[in-house]
Nanobody, 120 residues
């Protein structure tokens, strides 16, 4: 069973930067697309960015040009470099992975979340 552990959240001033990391551990046939989502208080969880094993990326319009997603397939780790942070980026950031189990089932696995707070 695969588990995701996020790190790197915190408090930063507007205009600052943070780097989030998410490491996958456990047994699986494969880990396919990975990504970051976020949920602000009173709002629905929304996509931030995703990346395939081949490195194809997709970003929410609100973060394009400011955030960069990357991954290290050998380490089963995905990163989110967040620059030019704005107060509206404040949210709990969740890591997500599409996992194919050893029984060949496809499952979406979520991390526990890491808080990002941007002060104005």
């Amino acid at each position: 069973q695969v588990q995701l552990v996020e790190s790197g959240g915190g408090l930063v001033q507007a205009g600052g930067s943070l780097r989030l990391s998410c490491a996958a551990s456990g047994i699986a046939f494969s880990i396919n697309a990975m990504g970051w989502y976020r949920q602000a208080p009173g709002k629905q969880r929304e996509l931030v960015a995703t990346i395939t094993t081949e490195g194809t990326t997709n970003y929410a319009d609100s973060v394009k040009g400011r955030f960069t997603i990357s991954r290290d397939n050998a380490k089963n780790t995905v990163y989110l470099q967040a620059n030019g942070l704005k107060p509206e980026d404040t949210a709990v950031y969740y890591c997500n992975a599409e996992v194919v189990t050893i029984l060949r089932d496809r499952r979406a696995v979520w991390g526990q979340g890491t808080q990002v707070t941007v002060s104005s």
